[in-house]
């Protein structure tokens, strides 16, 4: 079954259907008009699988796509469009340039967290670049992936954009398919499965990972401010969220002001009762709820605690004294519980962070610029977010995507368009000017080579030339125009 529908889509994608611009435009707008006409339906998977409000879900799930589809419909002309480069003297006369085309068919792995935003989001990219798509949902969230199977292949072209669902097998089963990208979300352990089973085939792959991304307050910000950002980016979506703070580290002097600050803030969101909230969420299923319990044995809870297996449940978490040795420090939580590591200062919290695997994003609170500037400077992740959670990833500018075991790629914007694209190189030359050809071909003498290093490693910048000539020109305008008067 797997192996007919990539054939389908091979064979779809070779009738150079989705070439012209105009088409990807068309399947870009039934896209938008499946988020749109299908937003109850969409709500309602994701309130089955997540627990999650229906604003919840328009905010985190829908908003974003929306807003990356109607980037990608504005902007896919120029983002297609031939791109002019610099050149030698030896290339001054040629046309050379960097032309986008389609991949082929590439495969897009969804993660269940957020189980449209990160799987369709993909999707845009892949549509404006020109290609085929095969779209695997995540078994993980089943209401979700059930709702994607049944009506997307209504909207868009179903040979061109099919929708497999299951569970590892068929995983397994499409990841034998020789694919020309494969764009993965999920966890660093499965990413290394996908890329080994990518590296087969010699596929080049996307892996949007995760990690335990740090939080290190400065004792001299606003504790009040950061603790309310730092507690809305961590409970959010029940702390499944890969770029949610997986852990705090702060000074000892302020380590119980910051475990009050959150208290409050946790009242403020969630109310005395998280259970009952509506904007609260739930662990995917069992299994994450026992590993998530797992995690804080051996360690001191300050807030939260409370649980319910029957309802997958667990209350906002917060642990204090923590150390690099505690259980819950040994993988990413990917859940609502937020350890607390005091550090003597920055000095040992870039030590820190610097002593572990390179995370998704590193967050910063100060408000001092020189120590953020230094946090950028001395440490390596996918981004860095000072005094705010989670926002960069609603800025369509920006690459989305981590570094070394949080990742590797990127996409949102045109990031997407260039990631599901082979930026290929054109040189168009004339059959003319042979004579200033003459002095790479053989023999090569010694006035050769030097008539070479001239027009070779001379770089022309045109634009430069052509400002340069505009304002000549202007210059001897104002120059008649005097000489006139």
């Not at 009738?15 to 339906?41: A, C, M, N, W």
């Not at 403020?268 to 509506?278: I, S």
Request: with cysteine; net charge positive; hydrophobic share 40%.
């Amino acid at each position: 079954m797997v192996a007919v529908l990539k054939q389908r889509a091979k064979k779809a994608f070779q009738t150079g259907k989705t070439k012209p611009l105009e088409y990807r435009i068309h399947q870009l707008k039934s896209l938008y008009r499946f988020v749109s006409e299908r937003r109850k339906d969409i709500a309602d998977a994701v309130k089955r699988d997540l627990n999650k409000s229906e604003h919840g879900t328009e905010l985190f799930e829908t908003l974003g796509l929306e807003g990356e589809i109607n980037l990608a419909i504005e902007r896919l002309a120029e983002w297609a469009a031939p791109r002019p480069v610099e050149k030698n003297l030896l290339t001054i006369a040629d046309n050379v340039y960097v032309q986008p085309e389609p991949l082929g068919v590439v495969l897009i792995i969804g993660a269940w967290n957020y189980p449209w935003a990160v799987t369709l989001q993909p999707l845009v990219g892949a549509i404006a670049a020109g290609n085929a798509a095969i779209i695997k949902p995540s078994e993980v969230s089943p209401n979700s992936a059930k709702v994607m199977e049944e009506l997307l292949p209504l909207y868009l072209d179903k040979d061109l954009y099919p929708v497999v669902t299951g569970g590892v097998s068929e995983t397994q089963e499409l990841l034998k398919q020789r694919f020309d990208h494969v764009f993965y979300t999920g966890s660093s352990a499965v990413g290394k499965l996908v890329m080994q089973a990518a590296a087969q085939h010699l596929t080049p792959v996307t892996l949007e990972l995760g990690g335990k991304s740090p939080c290190y307050i400065d004792k001299n910000c606003d504790l009040a401010v950061a603790c309310r950002r730092i507690t809305w980016g961590k409970f959010v979506n029940c702390g499944q969220t890969c770029i949610a703070p997986d852990y705090i580290l702060c000074e000892s002097s302020i380590q119980n002001q910051v475990v009050e600050e959150i208290r409050k803030s946790i009242k403020e969101f969630y109310t005395d009762n998280p259970k009952t909230f509506e904007d609260y969420g739930r662990i995917i299923n069992k299994r994450h709820f026992k590993r998530v319990m797992a995690l804080m044995e051996g360690s001191t809870v300050v807030i939260g605690g409370e649980s319910d297996e029957s309802e997958c449940y667990i209350a906002p978490t917060v642990l204090k004294d923590v150390t690099a040795e505690s259980r819950v420090m040994q993988e990413e939580i990917f859940g609502p519980v937020l350890p607390i590591i005091t550090v003597s200062g920055v000095d040992e919290a870039i030590q820190f962070i610097n002593e572990r695997e390179k995370p998704l994003v590193v967050y910063v609170f100060s408000p001092d610029n020189k120590l953020v500037r230094r946090v950028i400077a001395e440490t390596s992740s996918g981004a860095l977010l000072a005094n705010d959670c989670l926002v960069h990833f609603c800025v369509s500018a920006l690459p989305f995507g981590g570094v070394g075991n949080s990742g590797m790629g990127c996409y949102h914007g045109r990031h997407s368009f260039n990631q599901f694209s082979h930026l290929r190189s054109c040189l168009i030359k004339k059959l003319k000017l042979e004579s200033i050809n003459n002095m790479r071909y053989p023999p090569h003498t010694a006035s050769k080579m030097t008539w070479a290093r001239f027009l070779l490693l001379k770089q022309i910048n045109l634009g430069k030339l052509r400002r340069m000539a505009l304002l000549v020109a202007f210059a001897a305008l104002t120059a008649v125009i005097v000489q006139v008067r």
